[in-house]
Each structure stands twice: as structure tokens, then as C-alpha cells.
């Protein structure tokens, strides 16, 4: 396996940047990744929570539950 191919890799060079996380009840969230851990519980820092593709509030600073989570992708 080449290095940085794996999936903790791509979160990790992901780290301070913008990214969307999708949950599993459909809401969503954008902002800034500032750490995950090997469950991928999250914590992004000035997020904004969206609900059917609508911003619903911003909430700043925010941890995420890994086992919530279905994608996670650059903003």
C-alpha cells in the first residue's frame, strides 16, 4: 500500500481545511476539521449545520460522533 493511501492518511492531510460531513439522519455540516480519532469522531471549528440542503444555524465549534457519520468530504 502506497503511503498517505490510507483513510486515516486522507483525513489527516484533510486536517484545517474545509470539509462537508454527511450524517446518517441526513443533516449536514461544514467547516473547519480540526481532529478526529481512530472512531472518527470529529470536532470541526466554525461549522454550519444544513437540513435538506438549507443552512439551519451556525454552531461554531462541534463534535461530531464517528459512528453518526457516512461521508466525509472536502468542502
Known amino acids: 500500500m502506497e503511503e498517505g493511501s490510507r ?8 486536517r484545517n481545511k474545509t470539509v462537508m460531513v454527511v450524517l446518517k ?3 449536514h455540516f461544514t467547516g473547519r ?3 478526529f480519532d481512530i472512531h ?3 470536532v470541526l471549528e466554525d461549522a454550519e449545520e444544513y437540513e ?3 443552512l ?4 461554531g465549534t462541534v463534535f461530531i460522533r464517528g459512528d453518526t457519520i457516512t461521508i ?3 468542502a
Do not use: M, Q, W
Request: hydrophobic share 35%; net charge positive; no cysteine.
Open 25 to 27: 439522519n441526513g443533516h
Open 72 to 74: 466525509i468530504s472536502p
Open 52 to 54: 435538506s440542503g438549507e
Open 40 to 42: 472518527i469522531n470529529t
Open 33 to 35: 476539521l480540526r481532529a
Open 7 to 14: 483513510p486515516l492518511d486522507t483525513l489527516n492531510a484533510a
Open 56 to 59: 439551519k444555524r451556525k454552531v
